[in-house]
Nanobody
Framework: QVQLVESGGGLVQAGGSLRLSCAASGSIFSINAMCWYRQAPEKERELVAAIPSGGMTRYADSVKGRFTISRDKNTVYLQMNNLKPEDTAVYYC???????????????WGKGTRVTVSS
């Protein structure tokens, strides 16, 4: 069984910072990519940042220069600086992984962590 567990969300004032973490655990053979998505109330889920194995990171235009994605083995981080009220959302971790005993890449999601930015 594979799990993605996020942490680090909370309430912060505009201009503040938060650091999200997501740890993948279980029967993982390898990880292709890890990403952060977010979903604001009454909006569709959107990609915030992605870090593929051996590839370049990429960011949504709305967070470029403010957010930084990084990864250490099976944990992915999202450093969020200069937060704005429009960053308020539930943030989800996503990972594309190869699992022991299973063929093909599988897509996994965490349960999400809430970020609220007050003005």
């Amino acid at each position: 069984q594979v799990q993605l567990v996020e942490s680090g969300g909370g309430l912060v004032q505009a201009g503040g910072s938060l650091r999200l973490s997501c740890a993948a655990s279980g029967s993982i053979f390898s990880i292709n990519a890890m990403c952060w998505y977010r979903q604001a109330p009454e909006k569709e889920r959107e990609l915030v940042a992605a870090i593929p194995s051996g590839g370049m990171t990429r960011y949504a235009d709305s967070v470029k220069g403010r957010f930084t994605i990084s990864r250490d083995k099976n944990t992915v981080y999202l450093q969020m600086n200069n937060l704005k009220p429009e960053d308020t959302a539930v943030y989800y971790c996503n990972a594309e992984m190869y699992i022991h005993g299973s063929s093909g890449v599988k897509d996994f999601w965490g349960k999400g962590t809430r970020v609220t930015v007050s003005s």
